[in-house]
């Protein structure tokens, strides 16, 4: 098994983190999935802010600040630390699928239940009579219609003159 930031991280899917940005924000939430770039998704995030009143040197005045955020993606190229804040929650274990390469399937569009391997009326193997093109008749040369088997004088079988 590799060892990168990618095996290491997918320990953690279906887990709280708390996530701290560049900003100073802290960002808690869900993790759900990761790309190459260390891009995160979180569910049921919440923000927390620290708002401070008055300059750096003396605060006057901290409060910190709750924002519900929902489904969100966080860039990687923010994100300052990652903890984990607890297992995932028991509920969760069946709802979302396990992390990782998954095992492609078909989807069920197309099929007609009940119909087994038959093709549908039109699609088979021959053409429907009737359905689409012109008669025989129709696309004949002239002279050449449906019941005349006799080509034109100088025509018959092989080469004219007997070559």
Same mark, same amino acid.
């Given at each position: 098994?590799?060892?990168?930031? #990618?095996?290491?991280? =997918?320990?953690?899917?279906?887990?709280?983190?708390?996530?701290?940005?560049?900003?100073?924000? !802290?960002?808690? @939430?869900?993790? =759900?999935?990761?790309?190459?770039? =260390?891009?995160?998704?979180?569910?049921?995030?919440?923000?927390?802010?620290?708002?401070?009143?008055?300059?750096? +040197?003396?605060?006057?005045? *901290?409060?910190? *600040?709750?924002?519900?955020?929902?489904?969100?993606?966080?860039?990687? *190229?923010?994100?300052?630390?990652?903890?984990? *804040?607890?297992?995932?929650?028991?509920?969760?274990?069946?709802?979302?699928?396990?992390?990782?390469?998954?095992?492609?399937? $078909?989807?069920?569009?197309?099929?007609? /239940? $009940?119909?087994?391997?038959?093709?549908?009326?039109? =699609?088979?193997?021959?053409?429907? +009579? #009737?359905? #689409?093109?012109? !008669?025989?008749?129709?696309?004949?040369?002239?002279?050449?219609?449906? @019941?005349? $088997?006799? /080509?034109? /004088?100088?025509?018959?079988? #092989?080469? /004219? @003159?007997?070559?």
């Amino acid at each position: 098994m590799p060892s990168g930031k #990618g095996s290491k991280l =997918l320990r953690y899917v279906e887990h709280r983190l708390r996530i701290t940005l560049s900003d100073s924000r !802290t960002i808690t @939430g869900t993790f =759900l999935a990761f790309d190459k770039h =260390l891009n995160l998704v979180l569910s049921d995030t919440e923000e927390f802010r620290t708002m401070r009143k008055g300059s750096r +040197a003396n605060v006057i005045e *901290e409060r910190q *600040e709750k924002r519900n955020l929902g489904l969100i993606i966080l860039r990687g *190229e923010n994100v300052v630390s990652i903890a984990v *804040e607890g297992p995932p929650p028991p509920s969760a274990s069946g709802r979302l699928a396990p992390g990782g390469p998954g095992i492609a399937s $078909g989807a069920g569009r197309g099929a007609i /239940p $009940g119909n087994g391997s038959a093709a549908p009326v039109g =699609l088979g193997a021959a053409p429907v +009579a #009737g359905v #689409g093109g012109a !008669t025989g008749s129709v696309m004949a040369p002239p002279g050449m219609g449906r @019941g005349m $088997g006799v /080509p034109p /004088p100088g025509m018959g079988r #092989g080469m /004219p @003159g007997g070559f």
